[in-house]
C-alpha cells in the first residue's frame, strides 16, 4: 500500500517556464511534508519542506502548496533551468514518527 | 552542505561474502538512517537509530545488520551477500530536533 503517491514519473519543461511536480499522500497522520532532489549516482538532497499548519512555503525559485483537504502536495519551480533536471521526491512523516516515507519520484527534464 | 559521507560508493561483489557499508557523519546528529532504493523505485527505510547503542528495524524488512556505537558512525552488515541484495544503500542523519534528513552519496552494490 503506497502512502505518498507521484503518479507523474516524468515531465519535460522548457527552460524559463513554470515546472510543477505534484504529490498525493493517503495518511491522514502525516503531518510533515518534504521534498527532495536527486540526481544519477547522488544521494538526494533536500530542498523545501511544509508543515501541516501551513498551506504553502517558499524558498527562492520553489514553492511548497499543500492542500490538507485533498491530501495534495505540489512544487512549483519557477523560472525552471537546467540544472533543475534529476528525479524529484516527494516525502512524508507522521508527528513524533521517524519513519520517514517516500514517493517513487518524478524525473523532471528542463529542454534548453 | 551536509557532511556525511559513505563509502564504499560502489561495490560489485559475489555471493556468500559479507560486506559492511560504512556510514559516517561529523554534524554531530543524534538520528541517523539507512534507506534502500532500487532503480525507478520509492526510497524504503530498512534501519534507523536514535543515538549510540540504539536501533530499530525500518519498515522494509531486511538481512542486515547495523550498529551505533559512536554518535559519528552507522554501519551496515550483510553477513551473506545474495543477487537479492543488489540495489542502492543511502545513508542519513538529522538532529534531534531538526526536519530533514541529510543523505550521503550513497553505496551502489551489485551481488553476483
Known amino acids: 500500500d503506497q502512502q505518498v503517491k507521484q503518479n507523474s514519473p516524468s515531465l519535460s519543461v522548457q527552460e524559463g517556464r513554470i515546472s510543477i511536480l505534484n504529490c498525493d499522500y493517503t495518511?491522514?497522520?502525516?503531518?510533515?511534508f518534504l521534498w527532495y532532489k536527486k540526481y544519477p549516482a547522488e544521494g538526494p538532497t533536500f530542498l523545501i519542506s511544509?508543515?501541516?499548519?501551513?498551506d504553502k512555503n517558499e524558498d527562492g525559485r520553489f514553492t511548497v502548496f499543500l492542500n490538507k483537504s485533498a491530501k495534495h502536495l505540489s512544487l512549483h519551480i519557477v523560472p525552471s533551468q537546467p540544472g533543475d533536471s534529476a528525479v524529484y521526491f516527494c516525502?512524508?512523516?507522521?508527528?513524533?514518527?521517524?519513519?520517514?516515507?517516500f514517493g517513487t519520484g518524478t524525473r523532471l527534464t528542463i529542454i534548453p | 552542505e551536509a557532511d556525511i559521507y559513505q563509502t564504499p560508493r560502489y561495490l560489485v561483489i559475489g555471493t556468500g561474502k559479507k560486506i559492511t557499508l560504512e556510514c559516517s557523519q561529523t554534524m554531530g546528529h543524534d538520528k541517523m538512517y539507512w534507506y534502500q532504493q532500487d532503480p525507478g523505485m520509492e526510497l524504503h527505510l530498512i534501519h534507523y537509530?536514535?543515538?549510540?547503542?540504539?536501533?530499530e528495524k525500518g519498515d522494509l524488512s531486511s538481512e542486515s545488520t547495523v550498529s551505533r556505537i559512536r554518535t559519528e558512525h552507522f554501519p551496515l552488515t550483510l553477513e551473506s551477500a545474495r543477487p537479492s541484495h543488489t540495489s542502492q544503500y543511502l545513508c542519513?542523519?538529522?538532529?534531534?530536533?531538526?526536519?530533514?534528513?541529510?543523505f550521503g552519496q550513497g553505496t551502489r552494490l551489485t551481488v553476483v
Open positions: 516525502a512524508a512523516r507522521p508527528f513524533g514518527n521517524e519513519k520517514l516515507t
Open positions: 542519513a542523519s538529522r538532529t534531534g530536533g531538526g526536519t530533514e534528513a541529510f
Open positions: 537509530s536514535y543515538g549510540v547503542n540504539s536501533t
Open positions: 511544509i508543515s501541516s499548519i501551513k
Open positions: 495518511n491522514s497522520m502525516f503531518d510533515y
